[in-house]
């Protein structure tokens, strides 16, 4: 399943040949250098390790840097191991781009979704609040209730909807149609909305 790893640019729109405006997200996807190759022989199956983008070389540990002068490569600020690719036809150090993906094709897009921080649980769980107070609150009207019983069980049951950490969740996202790939600027422009903010790294599959 060959695939990329990409940056978010934010969303346009497009118009079809036949006059439709088109929803898209732009993603500058690649030039992905190859940085290890996994064999069946040696590590028991076949997968490409992709990198993408850079940072300031005093970010990398020795051992990371070093990996990286054993291939004379520049380190990536991101790599991710893509499986079931073609590992035959690439050597270390080759560059794969978004000329593997064409006009029309399915794929699917993992990213993580925007971080909303710490959220109550009209935020989170979408709570009735002040209309609905049968839970045991009568002055607060944004707080969650009662969350257990008191003799039986005498705890707190595990999943209970509370306040917490909402987004920054990965998500993938299937049957995403391409619309255009533009090989010149790195360019690929899928139909619709994809996870993530902008500037957020995206992986995308076929």
């Known amino acids: 399943m060959p695939g990329l790893i990409g940056k978010k640019l934010g969303m346009s729109s497009v118009y079809s040949t036949d006059g439709n405006i088109i929803p898209v997200t ?27 983008g850079t940072r300031k070389e005093k970010n990398y540990s020795k051992p990371v840097l070093g990996q990286y002068k054993k291939v004379n490569l520049t380190p990536s600020a991101m790599v991710k191991e893509f499986r079931n690719y073609e590992t035959d036809s690439y050597k270390i150090g080759d560059s794969v781009s978004v000329e593997i993906f064409k006009e029309g094709e399915k794929v699917k897009v993992t990213a993580k979704t925007k971080g909303k921080g710490f959220q109550g649980v009209m935020r989170r769980h979408n709570f009735g609040g002040v209309g609905g107070t049968t839970h045991g609150q009568s002055d607060r009207l944004r707080a969650p209730g009662s ?22 969740e990965q998500v993938t996202i299937r049957n995403l149609k391409v619309v255009k790939v533009v090989p010149e600027k790195n360019i690929i422009m899928i139909k619709g909305a994809i996870p993530g903010a902008i500037n957020s790294i995206v992986e995308i599959n076929k």
Not at 149 to 156: F, G, I, M, T
Request: include cysteine.
């Open 26 to 52: 732009i993603i500058e996807a690649g030039p992905c250098p190859v940085v290890a190759i996994r064999t069946v022989e040696k590590n028991g199956y076949k997968a490409l390790q992709l990198g993408f």
């Open 147 to 168: 969350i257990g019983a008191s003799s039986y069980p005498s705890r707190v049951f595990r999943g209970q909807r509370m306040a917490g950490r909402m987004g920054f």
